[in-house]
């Protein structure tokens, strides 16, 4: 290799004396869609002359790296250390590389190296345009918990996103090239906007169903009702989401939800489960409205018939008293209540009281006669009740058990004894009972008569 050769393939076309010097003009020009889809790319020539120029269209950024000084990238003063500088376009930069623009000069340093640059420099371009409508979506379903029903529930999510490179605000630019740059380019000398979106797809599916989960949890919203509040979970989860973009050089611009759907059996038995809860709920209301109509209606029967739920527990008091007749000092207290009771109150059910209270006030003093020999404990003077069986006094009008009216006794004619229906002969002097005949002509007698209506005799 001569002299005046020139390794950079751009000076090919120059001969001679004149073909010696050279200076490089460096930029990126799109030339068609596929290129202008890249996001990042490596210039193809490296080791500029000095002098060269740097074009930098607008929407992009040039990263220029190269080496000046030798020393250790430890050094204070930073000798030894790459030095990388970023161009924000529209601009056109004089570089100054170390390596002479004279092509003798050049190539007879190059040979003192190994046939290199002592001073090696390359450029990236990065393409800050705005990326929209970029799509993500779960591959496979979302494990998350419904608040509400308290299940865990597969859904799929999808939704667009969008992000770009910051230019417009110098202080952050040159950090966030440098950090795309580092931590997504790397050496790769091409780095199209597909494969930026699949890694950022990644980092959005590592993050959106914690997130997710967590943002159902504490806002208590379940599955069936997410659909209303895709919006709120989109600006929710696009704050939580900027962070991991900015540590990748990205400033997230849009995030959203399109749709976020339980799987179709999940779905199934969540609907199963409210019904259920709505059939419960339907019948214990119905079960509760019918005993309310039922209370009402015997709110309306006290009402009409002059009593209150308190005197008709009261009336149960009575019932139980005149039927314990072991017990005659309780059954006064209560019979004593009842009276007071049946005054203040009107209609058929004050003057019920009112008897019930009055048997068992009878029950409880009324002795048998000196004649009679017995007492109502052993079934003389005691009426049976032919509903329930109850055995009541012979003064009773009502069942002491369930308050049926019985049948009245006979009243001795004599004595004035109360008899238990049917008696023939009165249970306390012995007087027969039913139809009185004259001793002497045979003829019927009325109760109570002293001297027989057909024959004058003295009965």
């Known amino acids: ?51 060269s120029y740097l074009q930098v269209a607008p929407s992009q950024m040039a990263v220029f790296t190269n080496n000046l000084t030798a020393g250790s990238s430890s050094n204070p003063d930073g000798s030894g250390a790459s030095q990388v500088s970023v161009f924000i376009g529209p601009c056109k930069i004089k570089l100054d590389t170390g390596d002479s623009r004279f092509a003798p000069f050049r190539n007879l340093t190059h040979k003192l190296t190994g046939g290199t640059s ?144 339980p799987l179709e059996e999940d779905l199934a038995a969540i609907n199963e489960m409210k019904i259920q809860k709505k059939r419960a709920t339907l019948e214990a209301q119905g079960n509760a409205s019918k005993m309310d109509i039922e209370s009402e209606a015997m709110a309306r029967k ?18 139980a008293a005149a039927s314990n007749q072991g017990a005659p000092a309780s059954g006064l207290l209560g019979a004593g209540l009842g009276l007071g009771m049946g005054v203040g109150m009107g209609g058929a059910m004050g003057a019920g009281f009112t008897n019930l209270a009055q048997q068992t006030v009878s029950a409880a003093t009324s002795q048998p006669g000196p004649a009679s020999g017995s007492s109502p404990s052993d079934g003389a003077g005691t009426i049976k009740c032919s509903k329930c069986g109850q055995e009541n006094p012979v003064t009773a009008k009502f069942c002491s058990g369930c308050g049926e009216k019985l049948e009245q006794g006979v009243k001795c004619p004599s004595c004035g004894t109360v008899n238990p229906p049917g008696s023939k002969f009165c249970m306390n002097c012995g007087t027969r009972l039913g139809d009185l005949v004259c001793p002497q002509c045979g003829a019927k007698l009325t109760p109570g008569a002293k001297f027989c209506m057909n024959c004058g005799a003295k009965i």
């Open 1 to 51: 290799m001569s002299l005046f050769h020139s390794d950079n393939p751009k000076e090919a076309e120059h001969k001679g004396l004149i073909g010696s010097f050279s200076v490089d003009n460096i930029k990126w020009e799109h030339g068609d869609d596929k290129r202008a889809s890249l996001l990042a790319i490596k210039y193809p020539y490296e080791d500029f002359p000095n002098g």
């Open 302 to 319: 006290r009402a009409r018939e002059g009593y209150t739920y308190g005197q008709e527990r009261g009336m149960d008091v009575m019932q």
């Open 118 to 261: 002592a001073f090696h420099c390359y450029v990236y371009f990065v393409n800050t345009t705005y990326m929209n409508e970029l799509r993500w979506g779960t591959q496979d379903p979302i494990l998350v918990e419904d608040p509400e029903e308290e299940v865990n529930v597969h859904v799929r999510a999808y939704g667009l996103f969008g992000a770009h490179i910051e230019q417009n605000d110098t202080t952050v630019a040159p950090i966030q090239a440098r950090k795309f740059l580092t931590r997504v380019v790397g050496t790769r000398e091409l780095y199209t906007r597909d494969q930026m979106t699949d890694f950022m797809r990644a980092k959005i599916l590592e993050y959106v169903p914690d997130l997710l989960a967590k943002a159902m949890t504490e806002r208590n919203i379940g599955i069936l009702k997410i659909a209303a509040h895709l919006s709120e979970f989109s600006d929710l989860l696009k704050s939580k989401l900027s962070g991991y973009f900015d540590d990748f050089g990205l400033t997230l611009d849009n995030f959203s939800f399109n749709s976020i759907k």
